[in-house]
């Protein structure tokens, strides 16, 4: 889980900026336990000028509902378009009023107190993911979110070179690094490798396949649909996050399905079903949907 802060001044008069308000879940060690997230504590009653988030992943954004009330701040919540579709349905559920919420594009500037703060793109296993170019009277902090080099993540832009190289030569006073599986050798390989491994596999198939996948990786379920058209198969969207993903994809211009349409109910218009073919009901009281 992740809520970092970054302070700027004497400690009477110090300036904040908070940047993602994540959860973890609980596992066995934690018993009873669903979801556990940072004790915001210390922030309370301090001046909180903005709160950024880099990507969407709970682990930075899985609090924002659960914490951001308590911080007791109007501080502006800074995202990029899918990220704030994403935090707007989580304070809704919440019952979180989200006005102060705030779309921005990629690469966006920000002014925040004594900090200025630039999006980065980057790729990793989610849309629109962003390191964070903050800069301080006292220099740049370089806070890169999650990230792998992908150079052909499928959606959206490649990583920022050319931004990272001009941070390198502007100069960075620290860099807060985070990636999954940092001590695993070797590379995390592109999305396209993939999808044309699912492609020569799915089009092998003779019955019904059934994909998993963590429903925040649009790319993977587009490199699905992708490999599902190619095969002439219909594909069938299962899971409630799955459901609510791919219709934030689609509000902030991300399709998952590109031109191809998608099947919500598992199986054609008409016609028997294909993917649950013992099925005798037809949607929606087939319940997939
Ligand atoms: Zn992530």
Redesign the pocket.
């Known amino acids: 889980m992740n809520l970092n802060a970054y302070g700027y001044g004497p400690p009477n008069a110090r300036r904040w900026i908070v940047v993602d308000v994540g959860v973890t879940f609980g596992n066995s060690e934690t018993p009873g336990i669903d979801l556990i997230c940072a004790d915001p504590d210390f922030l309370v009653g301090e001046q909180i000028d903005a709160v950024f988030l880099t990507?969407a992943?709970e682990?930075?954004i899985g609090a924002v509902g659960l914490l951001y009330p308590l911080l007791r701040t109007k501080a502006p919540i800074y995202a990029t378009p899918f990220t704030c579709e994403l935090v707007r349905s989580k304070m809704d559920e919440r019952g979180v009023d989200h006005k102060w919420l705030k779309t921005i594009s990629m690469g966006a500037t920000v002014k925040a107190g004594p900090f200025e703060v630039t999006y980065v793109t980057l790729t990793?296993?989610?849309p629109e993911?962003n390191a964070l170019a903050i800069r301080t009277p006292a220099g740049v902090i370089l806070h890169t979110g999650?990230w792998k080099i992908d150079p052909n993540p499928q959606i959206g832009s490649t990583t920022d070179i050319e931004g990272l190289t001009a941070l390198g030569d502007e100069g960075v006073l620290a860099m807060v690094c985070d990636s999954?599986n940092v001590f695993e050798d070797g590379e995390a390989g592109s999305e396209e490798t993939v999808r044309q491994g699912l492609i020569e596999l799915i089009a092998e198939q003779k019955q019904a396949v059934a994909v998993t996948t963590f429903a925040s990786n649009v790319a993977r379920v587009k490199s699905v649909i992708d490999a599902a058209n190619r095969a002439g198969r219909s594909v069938c969207l299962v899971g409630r996050s799955m459901h609510r993903v791919t219709a934030a994809a689609k509000a902030s211009g991300l399709s998952a399905a590109g031109e191809h349409p998608v099947s919500l109910h598992g199986q054609p218009r008409r016609g028997k079903c294909r993917a649950f073919p013992h099925c005798k009901r037809r949607p929606p009281a087939c319940g997939i949907a």
Do not use: K, N, R
């Open positions: 990507h992943h682990d930075h990793h296993s989610i993911p999650d999954t």
